[in-house]
């Protein structure tokens, strides 16, 4: 690879795209909130009872948020014929797919992130833990859009591929899901921040190869 | 002509005995391990009554459903590197017997863990989540497939999945290891392995034995099934242009 | 690569499902060649140019081309929020190009529409802001997949020219077509 331009014009474009569409950006943040709103009507209004299971709340919600734009990710690109100019780049696929995957988060990941202490607040979660909690939920949400783009590029090609992108990426959340409400828990320390950290290196480092292979599948 | 389509004639060749061989071998030795373990096998007190008797199924098909899956992963990673079209046939029929193995696991877990935790579902123990979550990366290999418009489409995207689940087994199994460590309440059930007493064992392992035979006919059957309706999708290409 | 090829594909064999498109396909393009690629619907036209864009994996045979290609798809490649303007300069910074996109617009006969959003543009102005691509960089292979589809009289004239200009400056150009030729064509693949 001679020059970084190709990634970052990828970004930019993937920037530009989730913006133009309008709501797409705000869509997830709506779902994250929704769902999160739900809990105290489905499990009572107690406030201890919405502590003990708040940062469990947030996590499911984090990982479900994070799969409902996952769709149209690379789908959109293959639709209009921009993956094909991708995949015959001189700079690899697996930089691209990694550059749009990390478009894709900070558009919608990271306000995520950046909302979990207002959430929090509201789920009765001690407010001097959901500052430090934000790091282990960012690094939770980098190894969920990471897994979320392998399956979303898996799916580009089949029509409402929403939900087999869930049924792919879910059961890849789960060492995420684990070792981030453990390291987000109120008052928990311990290895578990360096284990949450360790599987997202992982996502970040297997992700991309097996999302550009899925990739140059789709425009085959 | 494309000679990829002449690749499985000895397989076809082989495998037309030793489908039935090993269907009948497998159900031969099966049928020996639930007549011992059924009738034979003394009721073991500490570990739920009578209940233990499921054992004989659960444990055999707890193994199948780890190494199916082991399987899946080699033979998809075998058809990645060297685009071999049996490894594709084996990897596409090993998915749904190795999630039926898997729903038999859970199903005679949760059968037994009903007497001895007095639940159907304990989500603490290890071993019944990292099944679980092998069910789920099933069924997705599954789906996944199906969604494909053509077999090479199929096989391709099925093998970059089946690849992706199996780097992430050893980390999910960790995690879950892990997350049971803490969470752990009730007692669960250990299997001392080579402590068991011969009685035990020896059904054990003959059922376990019984049941990878029959594992392996069946997956025989489903990629002659395979072999057969590919002769059958080229004999239909052929007639639609007009050969 | 031997004797001055741009293109060489040897034996190469396509299979849809469990339908044989072609096999045993050789076929070579040298500097100042234009070929196109002729044959009914279904009949791996488009396969063909994507084995040699090196987006479908031929089933038998290889590819060996000796430098760089442009592509031109069914699909324009341009985005619904994207306006030709910023098309043409998203992949003048991918390709490092310095050429001015209003430049390759005028030449394209895209002032007017050049602020408009791709999905407001008409099929032929989206095709020409394609096209405008191909400028951007000078690459030896260009590889067009009915490129003169949604082209008006005036445009196609255009292409026309842009492909006589290229087959001058010494690259080639292979293009699966369906109705009349209207460049210069050096030869013809039946499929």
Known sequence: MRSPAPIRAAFGQALAEAWAGGAGALLPIGFFAGAAMLVPFTVGSEANQLAAIGTGVLWVALALASLVSMERLFQADLEDGTLELWAQEACPLFLIATAKIFAHWTVSGLPLVLLTPLIGITLQLPADQLLPAMLAYGLGGLAFFSWGGVAGALAASVPRGGLLIALLALPLFVPTAIFGALAAEPGAVGPNILFLAASTLFALAVAPFAASAALRLAVD | ?243 | MTGGLLIEADGLGAVRGERILFSGLHLSLRPGEALVLRGPNGSGKSTLLRMLAGLSQPATGEVKSSGAHHWLGHRDGIKPHETPRQHLTHWARVWGSTLSPEGIAKSMGLERPMDVPGRLLSAGQRRRTALGRLLLVERPIWLLDEPFNALDAEGRDLLASLIAAQLELGGGVIAALHGDVPFGASREVVL
Request: with cysteine; net charge positive.
């Open chain 2, 1 to 243: 002509m494309i000679s990829i389509f002449a690749n499985p004639h000895r397989f076809m060749k082989l495998s037309r005995w030793l489908a039935p061989a090993c269907l009948v071998a497998g159900i031969l030795l099966i049928a020996w391990s639930l007549w011992q373990a059924l009738w034979v096998v003394p009721q073991d007190d500490y570990q739920g009554g009578d209940i233990m008797r499921a054992m004989f199924i659960h444990v055999p098909s707890a193994w199948l459903a780890m190494g199916s899956y082991m399987g899946l992963a080699v033979a998809s990673f075998v058809w990645f590197i060297w685009r071999h079209e049996l490894a594709d046939m084996a990897a596409k029929s090993i998915a749904p017997i190795g999630a039926g193995y898997t729903a038999m696991c859970l199903a005679t877990g949760a059968i037994w863990g009903k007497p001895t935790w007095g639940t159907w579902w304990l989500w603490d123990d290890a071993r019944m989540m990292s099944v679980l979550l092998m069910f789920f990366l099933f069924l997705g290999y599954m789906a996944l497939r199906a969604a494909m418009d053509t077999r090479q489409k199929a096989a391709r995207a099925g093998a970059i999945l089946a690849m992706v689940g199996a780097v992430n087994v050893p980390l999910i199994k960790f995690s879950v290891d892990i997350w049971a460590s803490i969470h752990q309440s009730a007692s669960v059930i250990r299997m001392d392995g080579p402590a068991m007493p011969a009685i035990y064992l020896t059904p054990l392992l003959i059922g376990a034995l019984g049941h990878l035979i029959f594992f392996a006919a069946l997956t025989l059957t489903l990629m002659r099934a395979e072999v057969w309706q590919r002769r059958g999708d080229v004999i239909m290409a052929r007639k639609l242009a007009g050969g």
